[in-house]
């Protein structure tokens, strides 16, 4: 489900920094009672998805309802089992205090939040992001560490994406040492991946390789993902 099509930052890789791709002629949001009744008429015909993912290709922390239909699909999923997962990705830019109180429970569903980083400090941010975020979205995924940690919230499980590309390759290893120092710092268990990211419910710092829009210049970033994971002891799958 995308709850939102518009973005706060305009990242090289995303379709959203393309203006003229049509997904984009008309900007909105998902329609809260429409997503609600979507949740009612799924639990009224004991219809069941393994994960609900409330994401396409605009940022859906920017919803101003996000709270109620997070809720409502938690909800849905630990009362009626709609729903085996429910996971959110964002860029954190809209990680407010508000949203953090929403997002954090202890419900018997599991659930996971996306965080896409893709730097490690302010130049490369903006070169990659196209906007200049870096000091909030840090501040705001701390903040969110220490209130998980200190609420003792088991969900959602964060996970601290990284799409390894010729333009940041060489921020890998501060990236995995920031935010699994950042995780330990909150008390929270933390594990790196690579291609994929494993079940459990602990923390994950998780590269993936750039997807290209031409065969020649996939190749060319395949590589430099994995002499990148290999630099790092990881497995690509």
Same mark, same amino acid.
């Given at each position: ?5 518009? !973005?706060?930052?305009? !990242? ?33 015909? #004991? ?19 996000? %709270? ?9 999923? $630990?009362?009626? #089992? ?21 997002? &954090? ?20 941010? &903006? ?24 609420? #003792? %919230? ?18 890998? $290893? ?19 991946? %690579?291609?994929?990211?494993?079940? #459990? ?10 997807? !290209?829009?031409? $065969? ?14 290999? %630099? ?6």
């Amino acid at each position: 489900m995308e709850l939102a099509n518009r !973005c706060s930052l305009a !990242c090289v890789h995303c379709a959203v920094a393309d203006e003229s791709h049509p997904h984009f002629d008309a900007t909105g949001y998902f329609d809260v009672p429409m997503a609600e009744a979507l949740f009612r008429d799924l639990i009224d015909a #004991g219809i069941s998805f393994d994960t609900l993912i409330l994401f396409w290709l605009g940022d859906p922390l920017i919803h101003p309802e996000f %709270a109620r239909i997070w809720a409502g699909a938690v909800r849905a999923s $630990a009362e009626h #089992g709609v729903f085996g997962k429910v996971e959110v990705h964002t860029n954190a830019t809209h990680l407010t205090d508000t949203n953090i109180a929403a997002l &954090l429970n202890e419900a018997t569903v599991p659930q996971v939040i996306h965080f896409s980083l893709d730097a490690t400090d302010r130049d490369r941010y &903006l070169a990659i992001k196209g906007r200049d975020r870096f000091d909030l979205v840090v501040g705001n995924i701390k903040r969110f560490l220490a209130e998980k940690s200190r609420l #003792g %919230a088991p969900w959602p499980r964060p996970v601290f994406q990284f799409i390894v590309g010729s333009n940041n390759v060489d921020q890998v $290893a501060s990236f995995r040492r920031e935010w699994v120092q950042a995780c330990t710092d909150a008390g929270i268990p933390v594990r790196v991946a %690579a291609g994929h990211v494993p079940s #459990g419910d602990d923390a994950v710092i998780f590269f993936r390789q750039l997807d !290209c829009p031409t $065969a020649e210049m996939q190749q060319r970033e395949n590589a430099v993902f994995q002499e990148a994971m290999a %630099a790092q002891g990881l497995t690509v799958p």
